[in-house]
């Protein structure tokens, strides 16, 4: 049972307009959230997080926003550079809990 | 190291064989997970280490995986009798606080094994 989803498995935007990606989850007892990014044969790393107490977060060109009632987050990238073709995996987490909780995963191309 | 390694990177086994991997996480860190990743999927958790002590297996698949963390510092994963449904990245991580107290963890690049 996939808590954590992730349902565009890709996106494409032109360099310098924003990227944004999604992630859906459906345990509400879920109160940290990140995302996280993978470039092909390395392992992910860690780009950005949201506790549940804020709406926002805000990090250079990446801002991440939470909707608690409505169990979704996304991930925001301006302007969006080619460098940040990756996949992206978002991932929660609760404050008893003993592991992240990730998503498939949304594969970004930023066409130059 | 300044990052969490993994080693091997590749690992190929013969169907049957059993395999080490080896996770050197980020000095003093107490949390270590590791996870497993099928091709086209996001990371599953599979077990989780606060310093030496082994708080959570339930994502371990069977019990012919087996993690150690003898001295709350380095890790390993061991897959007896290898299937091929045991084809994926693992994945190593760790972070600075024992989980439960939110913040992020850090990835190593991960083993791929395949069994053949």
């Known amino acids: 049972d996939q808590q954590v989803k992730q349902n565009s498995p890709s996106l494409s935007v032109q360099e310098g307009r924003i990227s944004i990606l999604n992630c859906d989850y459906t345990?509400?007892?879920?109160?940290?959230f990140l995302w996280y990014k993978k470039y092909p044969a390395e392992g992910p790393t860690f780009l950005i997080s949201i506790s549940s107490i804020k709406d926002k977060n805000e990090d250079g060109r990446f801002t991440v926003f939470l909707n608690k009632s409505a169990k979704h987050l996304s991930l925001h990238i301006v302007p969006s550079q080619p460098g940040d073709s990756a996949v992206y995996f978002c991932?929660?987490?609760?404050?008893?809990?003993?592991?992240?909780?990730f998503g498939t995963g949304t594969s970004l191309t930023v066409i130059p | 190291g300044a990052g969490v390694s993994q080693s091997p990177r590749y690992k190929v086994a013969k169907r049957g064989q059993d395999v080490a991997l080896r996770c050197d996480p980020i000095s003093g860190h107490v949390s270590l997970f590791w996870y497993q990743q099928a091709l086209g999927q996001g990371p599953e958790f599979l077990t989780y280490f606060q310093n030496e002590a082994q708080l959570d297996k339930s994502g371990l698949p069977s019990d012919r995986f087996f993690a150690e963390r003898p001295e709350g510092s380095v890790s390993t994963l061991k897959i007896q009798r290898t299937q091929q449904e045991d084809s994926a990245v693992y994945l190593c991580?760790?972070?600075?606080?024992?989980?439960?107290?939110?913040?992020?963890?850090?990835f190593g690049q991960g083993t791929r094994l395949t069994v053949v």
């Open positions: 345990n509400s007892m879920f109160d940290y």
């Open positions: 991580a760790s972070s600075l606080v024992g989980a439960g107290v939110n913040t992020e963890a850090f």
């Open positions: 991932a929660a987490s609760w404050n008893t809990g003993n592991q992240f909780y």
